[in-house]
């Protein structure tokens, strides 16, 4: 089946595989769970293990669209700290895509190892922690950046609030997040049948905090960031540019003070 799929994707039928297969995707998360599900603790050594057989280095269309929108912010010769920068694909796409000079931090050993081993300025540190000490311990000489790239990390923090408060003096041009967007048609169906947003791959416990559209809108606010830029990179074609609170599976937000 595997071998099938790659023929797919490397064939003239690419598009019309990957529409189909999405969609598919997309109606069974309305009724199932993950296969890869299990309740408890998440083993991130083993999630990097089976990383790496294949897929690390390596962006999916959700990873690739979301990394072409960081692209569309940052400039060339732009400094941009990565924070839970994983296998370090996104920081090297955009110094190859933009020509910055990039910078990463994780807390799992076995992705810095993997960064580190791409060429990248990437090192291990709990985003959870004081950042500035960790910049200062890492990077000598560096005290601010133009850009933080937060992508997909503050749903799965405890105490974004604290974080993005931290980052404010070290980010120069502002902060990018991304965030999956729990008002999205398809969690308000889920919700609908009986069953909270799927938004995880492993367990429930990979998400602590939700937003939908309107709810990052007033988060932000109280915050006291403005939004510089709202880009709704997925979901239903068309639609989400129209109506992006529904239609958009997830956004990008250029964020400023």
């Known amino acids: 089946m595997r071998t099938l799929k790659d023929a797919l994707l490397r064939s003239p039928l690419r598009l019309i595989y990957v ?19 299990h309740v408890g603790m998440t ?19 959700w990873r690739l669209k979301r990394a072409q929108v960081f692209a569309q912010i940052v400039t060339k010769g732009d400094s941009v700290l990565d924070l839970g920068v994983g296998d ?10 933009r020509g910055i000079d990039g910078y990463g931090l994780d807390v799992a050993p076995k ?24 910049v200062a311990a890492y990077f000598p000489g560096v005290t601010q950046f133009d ?5 997909e990390i503050i749903e799965h923090l405890p105490d ?38 799927l938004q995880w791959i492993v367990t429930p416990g990979e998400h602590l905090r939700f937003w939908t559209r309107t709810d990052f809108h007033w988060w932000a606010r109280q915050m006291k960031f403005r939004i510089a830029r709202e880009f709704p990179y997925v979901g239903a074609p068309g639609l989400k540019e129209v109506w992006p609170s529904l239609f958009a599976a997830a956004f990008v937000y250029w964020l400023v003070e």
């Not at 997309?26 to 009724?31: A, C, G, H, T, V």
């Not at 990018?176 to 009986?194: A, D, M, Q």
């Open 88 to 97: 370090g694909a996104l920081l090297k796409y955009l110094i190859d895509e």
């Open 111 to 134: 992705a810095v190892e993997f960064c580190q081993s791409q060429g990248l300025k990437v090192e291990l540190a709990d985003v959870n922690r004081p950042i500035g000490d960790a």
């Open 160 to 197: 974004p609030e604290s974080l993005l408060n931290a980052l404010r003096p070290v980010a120069r041009k502002g902060i990018i997040v991304s965030i999956p967007n729990t008002g999205y048609v398809y969690h308000r169906l889920r919700l609908l049948l009986g069953r909270f947003p």
């Open 43 to 61: 083993d991130y050594d083993a999630y990097w293990d089976s990383k790496f057989e294949d897929k690390a280095g390596h962006m999916g269309v």
């Open 147 to 151: 850009y933080i790239i937060l992508s």
């Open 19 to 37: 529409w189909f297969a999405n969609r598919y995707r997309e109606i069974r998360r309305l009724f199932l769970y993950p296969d890869t599900a």
